[in-house]
């Protein structure tokens, strides 16, 4: 196999053992067993062991003596300086992206808020882990408005590690209806393209979402 091949290869493996710890496949404190992954995917070892040294170089794994590879626990003081570089990086996003944004973007947003509405009433674990992958997307759109490509590249390792983190918050049962209804709210301000409304909106969502998570993976530490 060509070193183009191994390389297209770790990144798939990578993509998909991330996919993993999203959706709670994985949780902080498993054992990841490079032979094990690679005869369930198929592939060589050399990829997943490529794939290890990506995904321990941004946290999301650690390899520890006599333990071997172990998913990265979460770490409170990490976790707040990631809600506090994620506040900046959407405020600022909202802030551009409410006059660039497009119909069919700002239809997006709305088609996600609908396909929520089911899952808030639920209120079940496998309907938060949903939730939050559906709130990840919205998010997304948010920072995709901004038209910034190196602004969307940064804050993709964010996106990906704060959904990491909240799926731990499925333990407890979380109700979505709060953050549900301030996401319609927040999508209403894009279609109105009122800037004031929106950041003043948007800045209360982050900041009560990051003070209930903060709480919560706090007690769980506890």
Known sequence: MSVVEDRVLAEQVNDLILAWLQN???KPGDRLKEEELAEELRVSRTPVREAFKT????????KVARKGVLVSEINPRELQEVMD?????????AERGVERITDAEIGAMRSLVEQCDALVTAQDVQAYIQYVKQDCDLHRLIILAARNRLLAEIYERLAVFLQIARVRLSQTGPDMTRGHEE????????????????LELLGN??????????????????
């Open 85 to 93: 570089l994620r506040y900046l990086l959407e405020m600022h996003a």
């Open 205 to 222: 969502h982050l900041n009560r979402s990051r003070k209930e998570i903060l709480q919560v993976v706090a007690s769980m530490g506890s």
């Open 55 to 62: 995904l321990a170089a941004h946290g999301f794994i650690t």
């Open 24 to 26: 709670s496949r994985f």
């Open 183 to 198: 996401h319609r709210r927040i999508v209403a301000a894009y279609a109105q393209r009122d800037k004031d409304q929106l």
